[in-house]
């Protein structure tokens, strides 16, 4: 709309019909190009919204960054770029930070182990996981596990 109102009041301006076709053809560019740009952004935000599911669905499997760009047929670097910007963090760190609240429920939900639950999510060690979960939660997942447990919690009686 701001760009509509600018030419309105710049076609009021115009004196001769030469100046009217100039700027109606600068008008054209103008809309194109902000056509183009919105475009690209929605574009961007589709492969975004794309390789989150795919992250989504693959929590369990090791892939790296250029695998998912293989699957959504899109450029890795792109794809790394439009992610970064819309969601403020790495592919790689998204991943992690997913795996980690997955792996948190299962800290606090369920009596397996921490190694296993490392395992379960692909971290490559149990240490490594260690160092994961405490980036994103502040916290060890042991010590995680220690507030959070809701079975142990359940069962004596405390709610």
Same mark, same amino acid.
């Given at each position: $709309?701001?760009?509509?109102?600018?030419?309105? /009041?710049?076609? #009021?301006?115009?004196? +001769?019909?030469?100046?009217?076709?100039?700027?109606? *053809?600068?008008?054209?560019?103008?809309?194109? /190009?902000?056509? %183009?740009?919105?475009?690209?952004?929605?574009?961007?935000?589709?492969?975004?919204?794309?390789?989150?599911? %795919?992250?989504?669905?693959?929590?369990?499997?090791?892939? /790296?960054? $250029?695998?998912?760009?293989?699957?959504?047929?899109?450029?890795? +670097?792109?794809?790394?770029?439009? =992610?970064?910007?819309?969601?403020?963090?790495?592919? /790689?760190? %998204?991943?992690?930070?997913?795996?980690?609240? $997955? #792996?948190?429920?299962?800290?606090? !939900? +369920?009596?397996?182990?921490?190694?296993?639950?490392?395992?379960?999510?692909?971290?490559?060690?149990?240490? $490594?996981? *260690?160092?994961?979960?405490?980036?994103? %939660?502040?916290? +060890?997942?042991?010590?995680?596990?220690?507030?959070?447990? !809701?079975? *142990?919690?359940? =069962?004596? *009686?405390?709610?």
């Amino acid at each position: $709309h701001d760009l509509s109102d600018l030419y309105l /009041q710049k076609i #009021a301006k115009c004196k +001769t019909i030469e100046e009217m076709a100039a700027l109606t *053809g600068k008008m054209q560019y103008d809309y194109t /190009q902000q056509v %183009y740009k919105e475009k690209i952004k929605r574009k961007g935000n589709l492969y975004v919204e794309k390789c989150k599911d %795919y992250i989504a669905k693959n929590l369990r499997k090791s892939f /790296q960054v $250029h695998e998912i760009a293989e699957e959504l047929h899109a450029n890795r +670097t792109y794809l790394s770029r439009v =992610f970064s910007e819309q969601e403020g963090i790495s592919i /790689q760190e %998204y991943v992690t930070k997913e795996r980690c609240e $997955h #792996a948190a429920n299962m800290l606090k !939900y +369920t009596d397996y182990s921490i190694a296993v639950i490392a395992e379960y999510f692909c971290f490559s060690t149990q240490s $490594h996981f *260690g160092k994961q979960f405490k980036k994103v %939660y502040g916290m +060890t997942p042991k010590e995680y596990r220690k507030a959070n447990r !809701y079975i *142990g919690s359940f =069962f004596k *009686g405390e709610f």
